[in-house]
Each structure stands twice: as C-alpha cells, then as structure tokens.
C-alpha cells in the first residue's frame, strides 16, 4: 500500500470514531467503546479498498496487515485520548483505550482478505 493511502486509512478511522462519538453523545448512550470498534471497522474498511486500489492482490500479507493495524490502532489511540481529554467520555480510560490500541492492531488479520475478496469478484464482474 503506498504511503498516500494510509492518509485515507487516518482521516476515514479518525471521521468514523468521531462520527460515533457524536451520535452517541446525542443520544445520551455511554457506549462509548463502539468509538473504537466503528472507527477500526471503517479504517480497515478503507485499507483494503486502497489495497485493492493501490495493488490488486488477491490477499494482503500478513506485513501489509500488521502496518495497516498499527496505522489503525495509532490512530486509535490518538483519537481516544483526544477524546478523552476534551469531553471524558470514558469511564476507565486506562483500560478501554489500551483495549482499542490492542485490538485496532490485531482487527485487520480478521477484516481484510476478506474485504479484498469481495473487491477482487467485483472487479472481475465488472470485465
């Protein structure tokens, strides 16, 4: 994946977790973990779109999904720290974000060569 893809990979997971937060919060729900699960859905969504985009690879190695985890789960990271210090939305900061970073990291080994997949019979569809 190049380099200018992981740009999309931050603004999608940043956008996805910050979309979150503020349904949530409009809602009064104190979900707030479902911050860190949407955003890692949408990020990883979109990292396998630009895998797709950037390469055409039947599947992802397991390098490709570690760099795009840890993408992930930095951003993860910064974004629930972020959040917490402006508005303290989590009851055990310490404990839910270091969950996120953890499983941000790990999501795409379950994610991508599916969605890769599914990208791959659509392109050859549509020949």
Do not use: E
């Amino acid at each position: 994946m190049r380099a200018s893809s992981y740009l999309y990979v931050v603004l999608a997971t940043l956008v996805g977790g910050g979309a979150t937060y503020a349904i949530l919060d409009a809602l009064g729900k104190k979900q707030t973990t479902l911050i860190f699960v949407m955003s890692a859905i949408v990020g990883c969504q979109v990292g396998a779109w630009r895998m797709h985009a950037d390469a055409r690879l039947p599947r992802a190695s397991v390098g490709a999904r570690l760099a795009l985890g840890a993408v992930v789960s930095a951003t993860n990271l910064a974004l629930g720290l972020g959040l917490h210090l402006a508005f303290q939305p989590f009851a055990y900061p310490d404990i839910s974000i270091g969950i996120a970073g953890v499983g941000s990291l790990l999501f795409p080994f379950a994610v991508v060569n599916t969605a890769l997949k599914a990208l791959n019979q659509k392109s050859a569809a549509d020949r």
